[in-house]
T-cell receptor, first 116, second 111 residues
Framework: GAVVSQHPSWVICKSGTSVKIECRSL??????MFWYRQFPKQSLMLMAT?????????EQGVEKDKFLINHASLTLSTLTVTSAHPEDSSFYIC????????????FGSGTRLTVV | GENVEQHPSTLSVQEGDSAVIKCTYS??????FPWYKQELGKRPQLIID?????GEKKDQRIAVTLNKTAKHFSLHITETQPEDSAVYFC??????????FGAGTTVTVRA
């Protein structure tokens, strides 16, 4: 079945630094990528949606200059948290959609970000 | 946008009993309703889904029902087992696009 590899699985960074999270579709072409943030014991909140080769569409309240999304190819999308602060600490998870047999939503394994 | 409400937030059942989780959605254009199981620190796993042209779907011990008129759908787990303990999320989407998730239900199955 469709597989999405997400890296890193966890990262600790200092305040003010940037962190890049990668999601790769291993056996299908991800035409659409959804990026979610999940705080402890809460639901998944959609941050942005990106289609390959296009600019991402951000949900209301999500700062696009802080959360940079790149979806330059059909197998790779990245989320960069710029100038991270402790309040950005969260579980970030991607979900990819393809076509045909990969038409469903395939989730990455998530990245636990801790900003100290 | 779509608003999905999920109840209860926590559910404790005796092993072997049934568990029912209910969700309501706001946008009548929603046509895809998946249910996910998420264990701590792991990715959500799709356990069952239903589309708006179907009223009920069953897969072994798990079933989902959809009432389009009332705009609600429910997850039913029968003969619960300890490994069913997890957080369950309902979701809804319009046109198979972005998913809107419910707040989640923490299910605990007591042995």
């Amino acid at each position: 079945g469709a597989v999405v590899s997400q890296h890193p699985s966890w990262v600790i960074c200092k305040s003010g630094t940037s962190v890049k999270i990668e999601c790769r579709s291993l056996d299908f072409q991800a035409t659409t990528m959804f990026w979610y943030r999940q705080f402890p014991k809460q639901s998944l909140m959609l941050m942005a949606t990106s289609n390959e080769g296009s600019k991402a569409t951000y949900e209301q309240g999500v700062e696009k200059d802080k959360f940079l999304i790149n979806h330059a190819s059909l197998t790779l999308s990245t989320l960069t948290v710029t100038s991270a602060h402790p309040e950005d600490s969260s579980f970030y998870i991607c979900s990819a959609r393809g076509t045909g047999d990969a038409y469903g939503y395939t989730f990455g394994s998530g990245t636990r970000l801790t900003v100290v | 946008g779509e608003n999905v409400e999920q109840h209860p937030s926590t559910l404790s059942v005796q092993e072997g009993d049934s568990a029912v989780i209910k969700c309501t959605y706001s946008d009548s254009a929603s046509n895809y309703f998946p249910w996910y199981k998420q264990e701590l620190g792991k990715r959500p796993q799709l356990i069952i889904d239903i589309r708006s042209n179907v009223g009920e779907k069953k897969d072994q011990r798990i079933a989902v029902t959809l009432n389009k008129t009332a705009k609600h759908f429910s997850l039913h787990i029968t003969e619960t087992q300890p490994e069913d303990s997890a957080v369950y999320f309902c979701a809804a989407s319009i046109g198979d696009y972005k998913l809107s998730f419910g707040a989640g239900t923490t299910v605990t199955v007591r042995a």
